[in-house]
Protein backbone atom coordinates (compact mmCIF):
# COMPACT_ATOMS: atom_id res chain seq x y z
CA UNK A 1 0.00 0.00 0.00
CA UNK A 2 1.85 3.35 -1.14
CA UNK A 3 2.34 6.16 1.95
CA UNK A 4 0.04 9.10 1.92
CA UNK A 5 1.72 11.78 0.88
CA UNK A 6 2.30 15.01 3.44
CA UNK A 7 0.68 18.12 2.65
CA UNK A 8 1.76 21.22 4.01
CA UNK A 9 -0.89 24.09 4.30
CA UNK A 10 0.43 27.80 4.59
CA UNK A 11 -1.39 29.77 7.01
CA UNK A 12 -0.98 33.46 6.37
CA UNK A 13 -0.51 35.94 9.20
CA UNK A 14 -3.93 38.23 9.39
CA UNK A 15 -3.45 41.42 8.26
CA UNK A 16 -4.08 44.41 10.56
CA UNK A 17 -6.24 46.32 8.73
CA UNK A 18 -5.45 49.78 10.65
CA UNK A 19 -2.18 49.61 9.40
CA UNK A 20 -3.24 48.62 5.84
CA UNK A 21 -5.53 51.61 6.08
CA UNK A 22 -2.62 54.07 6.65
CA UNK A 23 -0.21 52.56 4.37
CA UNK A 24 -3.17 52.44 1.30
CA UNK A 25 -2.89 56.25 1.94
CA UNK A 26 0.67 56.33 2.06
CA UNK A 27 1.15 54.40 -1.20
CA UNK A 28 -1.91 56.66 -2.72
CA UNK A 29 0.51 59.57 -2.07
CA UNK A 30 3.39 57.18 -3.51
CA UNK A 31 1.50 57.78 -6.55
CA UNK A 32 1.19 60.86 -6.77
CA UNK A 33 4.62 61.57 -6.74
CA UNK A 34 5.70 59.13 -9.59
CA UNK A 35 3.45 60.64 -11.62
CA UNK A 36 4.89 64.61 -10.78
CA UNK A 37 8.42 63.45 -11.12
CA UNK A 38 7.03 62.37 -15.02
CA UNK A 39 5.22 65.77 -15.85
CA UNK A 40 7.45 67.72 -18.51
CA UNK A 41 7.29 70.97 -16.74
CA UNK A 42 7.02 72.90 -19.87
CA UNK A 43 3.18 71.68 -20.06
CA UNK A 44 3.06 72.70 -16.24
CA UNK A 45 1.15 75.81 -16.37
CA UNK A 46 -0.21 75.09 -19.96
CA UNK A 47 -4.06 75.95 -21.10
CA UNK A 48 -6.16 73.27 -21.72
CA UNK A 49 -6.24 73.04 -25.91
CA UNK A 50 -8.75 75.38 -26.89
CA UNK A 51 -9.52 76.70 -23.22
CA UNK A 52 -11.63 80.09 -24.28
CA UNK A 53 -10.23 81.50 -20.36
CA UNK A 54 -7.12 81.89 -18.69
CA UNK A 55 -9.55 80.54 -15.52
CA UNK A 56 -9.18 76.80 -17.23
CA UNK A 57 -7.44 74.25 -14.99
CA UNK A 58 -4.14 73.74 -15.41
CA UNK A 59 -2.06 70.62 -14.30
CA UNK A 60 -0.76 73.10 -11.74
CA UNK A 61 -3.69 73.83 -10.68
CA UNK A 62 -5.20 70.09 -10.62
CA UNK A 63 -2.25 69.34 -8.20
CA UNK A 64 -2.82 72.47 -6.14
CA UNK A 65 -6.38 71.37 -5.82
CA UNK A 66 -6.18 67.85 -4.81
CA UNK A 67 -4.05 69.81 -1.51
CA UNK A 68 -6.18 72.06 -0.73
CA UNK A 69 -8.87 69.76 -0.30
CA UNK A 70 -6.94 67.71 1.79
CA UNK A 71 -6.67 71.30 3.65
CA UNK A 72 -9.98 71.84 3.74
CA UNK A 73 -10.41 68.35 5.36
CA UNK A 74 -7.50 68.84 7.65
CA UNK A 75 -9.21 72.15 9.25
CA UNK A 76 -12.07 70.94 9.19
CA UNK A 77 -11.33 67.54 10.87
CA UNK A 78 -8.87 68.39 12.94
CA UNK A 79 -9.32 71.93 14.50
CA UNK A 80 -6.38 72.08 17.01
CA UNK A 81 -3.63 71.56 14.98
CA UNK A 82 -2.79 73.63 11.80
CA UNK A 83 -2.76 72.18 8.26
CA UNK A 84 -0.03 72.41 5.95
CA UNK A 85 -0.39 75.75 3.94
CA UNK A 86 -2.75 75.44 0.81
CA UNK A 87 -1.07 75.92 -2.35
CA UNK A 88 -1.74 79.17 -5.18
CA UNK A 89 -2.42 77.01 -8.57
CA UNK A 90 -1.32 80.23 -10.25
CA UNK A 91 2.25 80.19 -8.55
CA UNK A 92 3.49 77.14 -7.28
CA UNK A 93 5.82 75.23 -9.23
CA UNK A 94 5.91 71.36 -9.26
CA UNK A 95 8.78 71.11 -7.03
CA UNK A 96 6.85 72.60 -4.61
CA UNK A 97 3.41 70.89 -5.65
CA UNK A 98 5.87 67.37 -4.49
CA UNK A 99 6.32 69.20 -1.70
CA UNK A 100 2.85 70.45 -0.56
CA UNK A 101 1.61 67.17 -1.59
CA UNK A 102 4.42 65.34 0.71
CA UNK A 103 3.30 67.53 3.71
CA UNK A 104 -0.73 67.22 3.37
CA UNK A 105 -0.37 63.61 2.73
CA UNK A 106 1.60 63.03 6.15
CA UNK A 107 -0.82 65.31 8.32
CA UNK A 108 -3.71 62.95 6.50
CA UNK A 109 -1.82 60.00 7.53
CA UNK A 110 -2.28 61.54 11.27
CA UNK A 111 -5.82 62.43 10.78
CA UNK A 112 -6.50 58.89 9.67
CA UNK A 113 -3.97 57.40 12.56
CA UNK A 114 -6.05 59.48 15.33
CA UNK A 115 -9.88 58.57 13.67
CA UNK A 116 -8.97 54.83 14.11
CA UNK A 117 -7.62 55.38 17.63
CA UNK A 118 -10.72 57.24 18.87
CA UNK A 119 -13.25 54.27 17.54
CA UNK A 120 -12.96 54.83 13.73
CA UNK A 121 -14.85 57.92 13.14
CA UNK A 122 -13.89 61.56 11.06
CA UNK A 123 -15.35 64.52 12.21
CA UNK A 124 -17.74 66.01 9.96
CA UNK A 125 -17.70 63.15 7.61
CA UNK A 126 -19.72 60.51 7.02
CA UNK A 127 -19.96 56.68 7.84
CA UNK A 128 -16.54 56.27 8.80
CA UNK A 129 -12.62 56.51 8.62
CA UNK A 130 -12.59 53.33 5.76
CA UNK A 131 -15.39 55.33 3.71
CA UNK A 132 -13.26 58.39 4.60
CA UNK A 133 -10.07 57.01 3.10
CA UNK A 134 -11.82 55.23 -0.25
CA UNK A 135 -13.65 58.73 -0.61
CA UNK A 136 -10.35 60.93 -0.73
CA UNK A 137 -8.32 58.17 -2.89
CA UNK A 138 -10.61 57.67 -5.44
CA UNK A 139 -10.87 62.08 -5.80
CA UNK A 140 -7.61 61.99 -6.11
CA UNK A 141 -7.43 59.14 -8.66
CA UNK A 142 -10.06 61.02 -10.38
CA UNK A 143 -7.82 63.83 -10.59
CA UNK A 144 -4.65 61.85 -11.84
CA UNK A 145 -6.96 60.99 -14.73
CA UNK A 146 -7.05 64.21 -15.56
CA UNK A 147 -4.14 65.30 -15.41
CA UNK A 148 -2.81 62.20 -17.27
CA UNK A 149 -5.07 63.08 -20.28
CA UNK A 150 -3.96 66.32 -19.97
CA UNK A 151 -0.30 65.83 -20.69
CA UNK A 152 -1.52 63.54 -23.57
CA UNK A 153 -3.35 66.83 -25.17
CA UNK A 154 -0.60 68.61 -24.91
CA UNK A 155 1.98 66.68 -26.58
CA UNK A 156 3.82 65.78 -23.52
CA UNK A 157 2.12 62.31 -22.39
CA UNK A 158 3.58 60.61 -19.68
CA UNK A 159 5.73 57.41 -20.05
CA UNK A 160 4.31 54.50 -20.64
CA UNK A 161 6.29 52.66 -17.80
CA UNK A 162 5.35 55.22 -15.72
CA UNK A 163 1.61 54.91 -16.77
CA UNK A 164 1.85 51.00 -15.80
CA UNK A 165 3.96 52.37 -12.57
CA UNK A 166 0.73 53.72 -11.80
CA UNK A 167 -0.98 50.68 -10.94
CA UNK A 168 1.37 48.52 -9.41
CA UNK A 169 0.29 48.65 -6.26
CA UNK A 170 2.63 46.67 -4.64
CA UNK A 171 5.57 48.14 -5.89
CA UNK A 172 4.65 51.41 -4.60
CA UNK A 173 3.42 50.58 -1.08
CA UNK A 174 6.74 48.70 -0.93
CA UNK A 175 8.63 52.05 -1.91
CA UNK A 176 6.08 54.14 0.24
CA UNK A 177 6.97 54.89 4.26
CA UNK A 178 4.34 55.06 6.67
CA UNK A 179 5.05 57.79 9.69
CA UNK A 180 5.49 56.72 13.17
CA UNK A 181 3.69 59.70 14.39
CA UNK A 182 4.07 63.28 13.22
CA UNK A 183 1.88 66.61 14.33
CA UNK A 184 0.89 68.74 10.92
CA UNK A 185 2.18 72.14 11.12
CA UNK A 186 2.24 75.20 8.33
CA UNK A 187 5.87 74.71 7.55
CA UNK A 188 5.86 70.78 7.70
CA UNK A 189 7.51 69.01 4.75
CA UNK A 190 8.56 65.26 4.91
CA UNK A 191 11.99 63.19 3.94
CA UNK A 192 12.79 61.03 1.00
CA UNK A 193 13.60 57.47 0.50
CA UNK A 194 17.36 57.56 1.80
CA UNK A 195 18.35 58.90 5.11
CA UNK A 196 20.29 61.98 3.79
CA UNK A 197 17.69 62.38 0.87
CA UNK A 198 14.26 64.87 1.04
CA UNK A 199 11.47 65.48 -1.25
CA UNK A 200 13.19 68.70 -2.18
CA UNK A 201 16.41 66.80 -3.45
CA UNK A 202 14.53 63.93 -5.16
CA UNK A 203 11.88 66.25 -7.00
CA UNK A 204 13.78 65.94 -10.27
CA UNK A 205 14.77 62.56 -10.08
CA UNK A 206 13.98 59.62 -12.45
CA UNK A 207 10.30 58.66 -11.85
CA UNK A 208 11.93 54.95 -10.55
CA UNK A 209 13.54 56.35 -7.30
CA UNK A 210 10.80 56.25 -4.40
CA UNK A 211 9.64 58.68 -2.37
CA UNK A 212 8.72 57.55 0.97
CA UNK A 213 7.13 59.67 3.47
CA UNK A 214 8.82 60.11 7.19
CA UNK A 215 8.10 62.61 10.06
CA UNK A 216 10.97 64.62 10.42
CA UNK A 217 10.83 67.91 8.18
CA UNK A 218 14.34 68.98 7.27
CA UNK A 219 14.72 72.64 7.32
CA UNK A 220 15.39 73.58 4.36
CA UNK A 221 12.65 71.70 2.55
CA UNK A 222 10.31 72.83 5.46
CA UNK A 223 11.01 76.29 4.21
CA UNK A 224 10.32 75.42 -0.04
CA UNK A 225 7.40 74.27 1.54
CA UNK A 226 5.65 77.47 2.65
CA UNK A 227 6.68 79.47 -0.88
CA UNK A 228 3.13 79.32 -2.50
CA UNK A 229 0.59 79.87 0.33
CA UNK A 230 -2.52 81.61 -0.63
CA UNK A 231 -3.78 84.30 1.97
CA UNK A 232 -6.42 82.23 3.25
CA UNK A 233 -3.97 79.51 4.75
CA UNK A 234 -5.68 77.96 7.69
CA UNK A 235 -9.35 78.72 7.24
CA UNK A 236 -11.51 76.10 5.30
CA UNK A 237 -12.94 77.65 1.61
CA UNK A 238 -16.60 78.23 1.75
CA UNK A 239 -18.97 75.30 -0.08
CA UNK A 240 -19.71 77.99 -3.35
CA UNK A 241 -15.87 78.06 -3.77
CA UNK A 242 -15.16 74.31 -3.77
CA UNK A 243 -18.04 73.60 -6.08
CA UNK A 244 -17.04 75.53 -8.36
CA UNK A 245 -13.46 74.09 -8.78
CA UNK A 246 -14.22 70.66 -8.84
CA UNK A 247 -16.95 68.39 -9.53
CA UNK A 248 -15.50 65.95 -6.91
CA UNK A 249 -14.98 68.15 -4.06
CA UNK A 250 -16.03 66.78 -0.64
CA UNK A 251 -18.36 68.57 1.62
CA UNK A 252 -18.36 68.26 5.13
CA UNK A 253 -21.92 66.94 6.86
CA UNK A 254 -24.76 69.21 6.82
CA UNK A 255 -24.78 68.96 10.58
CA UNK A 256 -21.73 71.74 11.01
CA UNK A 257 -22.41 73.48 7.49
CA UNK A 258 -22.79 76.66 9.44
CA UNK A 259 -19.11 76.69 10.58
CA UNK A 260 -17.14 74.69 8.50
CA UNK A 261 -18.45 75.18 4.87
CA UNK A 262 -16.34 73.50 2.13
Keep these: MAAKKSTTVSVKEPVDLSAALLRAFATNERVNQLMLDAIDESIWRALPPGAATKQARTIAGIVAHIHNVRHMWLVVSTRAKKAPPKLDRDHVTRDQAKL ?15 SLASGGHVKDFKPDVVGFLTYAVAHEAHHRGQICMLAKQLGKPLPQAVGFG ?14 ESTVASPAAAPQASSPAGAVAASAGAAPSKP ?12 AEATVAPTAKATKPPKASKVAATSESAPTPSKSKASKSKA
Design 211 to 222: VRIASAPPAEAA
Design 100 to 114: GLAASSVAMIELLRA
Design 166 to 179: MWEWKKRSDESLVP
